[in-house]
């Protein structure tokens, strides 16, 4: 039994087996720890404990109740080849000391976790591990299209990653729909003739200025507290811009309008291709919307 120790070698117990309990509590492993081949007959307790080095664990079997609990990886963890024959506990399991989450090597790695999480009806958490699982099938198809292969399939989670962080970040999803009913309210009203030289560099611009917000909206940090510091300011600009050179009221009558996706049904104005398409997205936006709050909410 080993508590609250700093370990500054590196620690090497491949193949072997663990008969009794194994309580590793606290501790803070410095260097490389090997876990390769190593049967834990009883409860692996490493509950507080830091690894700063990679742990390897290839073919490591957990055949009793394993506690990860408050344990922080500071490299990615690879648990592709590891058994867990019990029940195993993640909770709080993290990168750092600032709570970032924990990188995983690949997807089964995620995939894992979120099954621990799933059994004891942990669906908060589950999800979280389940947008992991979803990134890391995203590295899987881009190097799949390199190779010609899977690019619809890259290009649907590209885009799903991009509009919700995989259904986990509702903030995301409203933000798009604001900004983007903002910027086809504008092209609406302001441009008559598509083919005037006047019409073509609105479009232009706004064009850019989508690109400019996609790119700063896939930089944006995962932490929710921190992407309102972006995304508010964004959204007021285009209100502004939205307000000021369309309606002088500063109404949003026009926004609403375009922001149901089912005005078109209505039969007040021609259907076309623009508008059939802008609703098709914001319809997409809405159902996002609202995927992403009942994941963060709803009991399995």
């Known amino acids: 039994m080993w508590e609250d120790l700093i370990i500054e070698n590196e620690i090497s117990f491949k193949d072997s087996i663990f008969k009794d309990d194994c309580i590793n509590n606290g501790c803070t492993f410095n260097k490389k720890v090997d876990l390769d081949g190593v049967i834990y007959k009883s409860v692996a307790d490493f509950a507080g404990s830091t690894f700063k080095e990679i742990v390897?664990?290839?073919?490591?079997?957990?055949d009793g109740y394993a506690v990860f609990r408050d344990v922080t990886f500071e490299k990615p963890l690879n648990l592709r080849d590891t058994l867990f024959n019990h029940k195993v506990n993640f909770l709080n399991i993290r990168k750092n000391e600032k709570n970032e989450k924990v990188d995983v090597a690949n997807r089964e790695t995620a995939r894992i976790m979120k099954d621990s999480f799933e059994q004891q009806n942990n669906i908060i958490e589950a999800n979280k591990f389940y947008a992991l699982e979803m990134k890391e099938r995203e590295k899987e198809l881009d190097k799949d299209v390199k190779k010609g292969k899977n690019i619809f399939?890259?290009?649907?989670?590209?885009?799903?990653g991009l509009t919700s962080n995989h259904s986990q970040d509702w903030t995301l999803a409203l933000f798009w729909i604001i900004n983007l009913t903002f910027f086809y309210s504008f092209l609406k009203i302001s441009i008559q003739n598509y083919f005037e030289l006047s019409s073509i560099m609105k479009i232009i611009f706004l064009c850019i200025a989508i690109s400019v917000i996609a790119c700063m909206t896939i930089k944006i940090p995962q932490n929710y507290e921190r992407r309102w510091l972006t995304t508010i300011p964004i959204t007021i600009v285009c209100y502004i811009f939205y307000g000021y050179l369309v309606?002088?009221?500063?109404?949003?009558?026009?926004?609403?309008?375009?922001?149901?996706?089912?005005s078109i049904m209505k039969g007040d104005e021609p259907i076309t291709l623009g508008t059939l398409l802008f609703k098709i997205i914001i319809a997409y936006l809405i159902y996002q919307l609202i995927v992403s709050i009942r994941q963060n909410t709803r009991r399995k």
């Open 247 to 262: 309606e002088t009221d500063w109404n949003l009558s026009k926004f609403s309008k375009n922001l149901n996706p089912f």
């Open 153 to 160: 399939e890259w290009l649907v989670f590209k885009i799903h």
């Open 56 to 62: 390897k664990q290839k073919y490591t079997s957990y």
